[in-house]
Antibody
Framework: EVQLVVSGGGLVQPGGSLRLSCAAS????????MSWVRQAPGKGLEWLAN????????HYVDSVKGRFTVSRDNARNSFYLQMNTLRAEDTAVYYC???????????WGQGALVTVSS | DTVMTQSPATLSVSPGEGATLSCRASQSVSGFLAWYQQKPGQAPRFLIYDASTRATGVPARFSGSGSGTEFTLTISSLQSEDFAVYYCQQYDSWPWTFGQGTKVEMK
C-alpha cells in the first residue's frame, strides 16, 4: 500500500523558515517524480514543485520560485520542502504527492498545516 | 497559465440522485484533464484521468467526459461516501492547475 506521511508543519513568523518532510513507503520511491501541493484555508489546490527521480531536475510555480526548495533522499525514501522568507499568504495545508510524468498526482499524503503569523 | 473554472460552487443532491459537475479551461487542454475527490480533513483522492478513464478502484458510478475546454464529471447515483469536494486539474501545460472545486452536499 502506498503511504506518504508529511511532517514538519507548524507556526512560523513572517520572514521565517520551515522544512517539511514526506516519508514514502509501499512503492519504489526512486522510480518516481514527487510533488508538493498546497491548499490555503477554504481555498483550492495549488501545485508548488516537482522533483525528478534522481533529484537533478526540479520545477516550481512562480509564486514560490527563489523562496522554496525541493530535495530528496532516495536512500531514506524521503523528500523535502525547504520554505524560506515565508509570508502570511503561504499559510496552508501542504500535501506531498506522487507525481506521474504525464502530470497526474496519483497518491497524496495527509498534509501538514503551516501557519505564518506573528 | 491555464485557468480552470468549476461550476456550480455547491451542488445539493439527495442520496440516490445523480450529479453533474462542470469544469471549463481557459484554453484547450485536449483530453488532459483529471478529477480528484476531497473529503473534509482528508487528502485528495485521484478519481479520473484523460478526461474519462477511472483510476484503479474508482466505482463505475463515476464517469467523466469532454475535451478541449469543456469537461463534465457525472456521479450516477450518489452514495453517502460521495459527498465531498471535487476538483478538476489540467495537465496539458505547465504549470499544472486546479479548479476551485465543487462541493457536493446532501440535500
Amino acid at each position: 500500500e502506498v503511504q506518504l506521511v508529511v511532517s514538519g508543519g507548524g507556526l512560523v513568523q513572517p520572514g521565517g523558515s520551515l522544512r517539511l518532510s514526506c516519508a514514502a513507503s509501499g512503492f519504489t520511491f526512486r522510480n518516481y517524480w514527487m510533488s508538493w501541493v498546497r491548499q490555503a484555508p477554504g481555498k483550492g489546490l495549488e501545485w508548488l514543485a516537482n522533483i525528478h527521480q534522481d533529484g537533478g531536475e526540479k520545477h516550481y510555480v512562480d509564486s514560490v520560485k527563489g523562496r522554496f526548495t525541493v530535495s530528496r533522499d532516495n536512500a531514506r525514501n524521503s523528500f523535502y520542502l525547504q520554505m524560506n522568507t515565508l509570508r502570511a499568504e503561504d499559510t496552508a495545508v501542504y500535501y506531498c504527492a506522487r507525481f506521474l510524468r504525464t502530470g497526474l498526482f496519483d497518491y497524496w499524503g495527509q498534509g501538514a498545516l503551516v501557519t505564518v503569523s506573528s | 497559465d491555464t485557468v480552470m473554472t468549476q461550476s456550480p460552487a455547491t451542488l445539493s443532491v439527495s442520496p440516490g440522485e445523480g450529479a453533474t459537475l462542470s469544469c471549463r479551461a481557459s484554453q484547450s487542454v485536449s483530453g488532459f484533464l483529471a478529477w480528484y475527490q476531497q473529503k473534509p480533513g482528508q487528502a485528495p483522492r485521484f478519481l479520473i484521468y484523460d478526461a474519462s478513464t477511472r483510476a484503479t478502484g474508482v466505482p463505475a458510478r463515476f464517469s467523466g467526459s469532454g475535451s478541449g475546454t469543456e469537461f463534465t464529471l457525472t456521479i450516477s447515483s450518489l452514495q453517502s461516501e460521495d459527498f465531498a469536494v471535487y476538483y478538476c486539474q489540467q495537465y496539458d501545460s505547465w504549470p499544472w492547475t486546479f479548479g476551485q472545486g465543487t462541493k457536493v452536499e446532501m440535500k
